[in-house]
């Protein structure tokens, strides 16, 4: 089983909205509504932004939003501020008890 | 608030062991399964292991099975990775993550594993 596909990078000005998606396959993305995402800052732990494909944590803004839709998962970021320059992690439950939960490469989003 | 503290990594040569540990505060430990993932330098994150709560089911990628052992100590509220037969393709930065609410719901700031002669 092969890790999920995203973009390396992306980039958006403050105020526009930017879209990451997550391609996996029908066994893990297409087969479980329990795609998260996750923000990653160098040298802090990795934060939760969506669970479940479309939930958002208690505070999270909702700027933050997921969706699905067959074996693409996708996460949207509205209103980009300066902050939200890092990177994102995709992350699908895989169900096999030696591939339990798989993960995308991961994408940098640049605020210019 | 949920805590969550790595430590126990360093400089290892290959062929080495190494056991990180994780700290656990802020939640009730002894009822949420664990997991560690891991980031290579410049790679994606990638889940290395699962333990559930009692400790009584466990899981391992196929990347470190019969090399890594996942413990818990719920008393200590602690949770463990014990690493043999390191190889360079192992250093990374190791985190520890809960599970909750169907997802990996709080995460350590991570353990450097570094391993080179």
């Known amino acids: 089983q092969s890790a999920l596909t995203q973009p390396a990078s992306v980039s958006g000005s403050p105020g526009q909205s930017i879209t990451i998606s997550c391609t996996g396959t029908s066994s893990d993305v297409g087969s479980y509504n329990l795609v998260s995402w996750y923000q990653l800052h160098p040298g802090k732990a990795p934060k939760l932004m969506i669970y479940e494909v479309s939930k958002r944590p208690s505070g999270v803004s909702n700027r933050f939003s997921g969706s699905k839709s067959g074996n693409t998962a996708s996460l949207t970021i509205s209103g980009l501020q300066a902050e939200d320059e890092a990177d994102y992690y995709c992350c699908s439950y895989a169900g096999s008890s030696t591939f339990l939960w798989v993960f995308g490469g991961g994408t940098k989003l640049t605020v210019l | 608030e949920v805590q969550l503290v790595e430590s126990g990594g360093g400089l290892v040569q290959p062929g080495g062991s190494l056991r990180l540990s994780c700290a656990a505060s802020?939640?009730?430990?002894?009822?949420?399964?664990m997991n560690w993932v891991r980031q290579a330098p410049g790679k994606g994150l990638e889940w290395v292991s699962y333990i559930s709560s009692s400790g009584s089911t466990k899981y391992y990628a196929d990347s470190v099975k019969g090399r890594f052992t996942i413990s818990r100590d719920n008393a200590k509220n602690s949770l463990y990775l014990q690493m043999n037969s390191l190889g360079a393709e192992d250093t990374a930065v190791f985190f520890c993550a809960r599970s909750g609410s169907s997802t990996l719901d709080s995460w350590g700031q991570g353990t450097l594993v570094t391993v080179s002669s």
């Open positions: 802020g939640f009730t430990f002894n009822i949420y399964e």
